[in-house]
């Protein structure tokens, strides 16, 4: 799913998602740098709105709903890229060619051919799935402008 907001509002919103016990405008303004507490409190209202965030009695905002863009991952309170995993799969992978090419050329040529044929899966695999996601949004804008006359 993707999460349609502005920059500012999303950096609140990340914020608010790594601090689990829940933060306050005052915190958000001070760690995030915004002038205000009430420009704070717009993005607040936008997230409050889209049902992302919700407040608690105490006054701290906590994440009611998660929702990372299609390319992160939420990961022990840490966000990341989906390419961390691909960096780590093929440094892996390398380093055990590397140490079967010490031992056995066999077993490295066929480890060369199981990284490569994952490799070329994964990647055809989200090619066609940010294709489709393309598509879907250019039919969306072509149908709106359609409507439109």
Not at 2 to 10: A, F, G, V, W
Not at 83 to 108: E, I, N, P, Q
Request: hydrophobic share 45%.
């Amino acid at each position: 799913m993707q999460l349609d907001l502005r920059q500012s509002t999303k950096k609140v919103y990340y914020y608010i998602m790594q601090n689990r016990n829940g933060v306050t405008l005052k915190q958000i303004q001070e760690d995030l740098g915004f002038s205000s507490t009430s420009a704070v409190r717009y993005h607040i209202n936008k997230l409050k709105s889209a049902g992302l965030i919700q407040e608690t009695y105490e006054g701290k905002y906590v994440i009611k709903k998660v929702v990372l863009d299609d390319d992160y991952i939420l990961l022990f309170n840490y966000i990341l890229p989906k390419s961390v995993f691909f960096a780590s799969f093929f440094l892996t992978s390398f380093a055990l060619l590397l140490y079967l090419w010490r031992l056995d050329s066999v077993g490295m040529e066929v480890f060369s051919l199981i990284v490569v044929f994952i490799a070329g899966i994964v990647f055809v695999f989200d090619t066609v799935k940010r294709y489709t996601k393309f598509m879907s949004e250019v039919r969306g804008k072509i149908s709106n402008e359609g409507d439109d006359d």
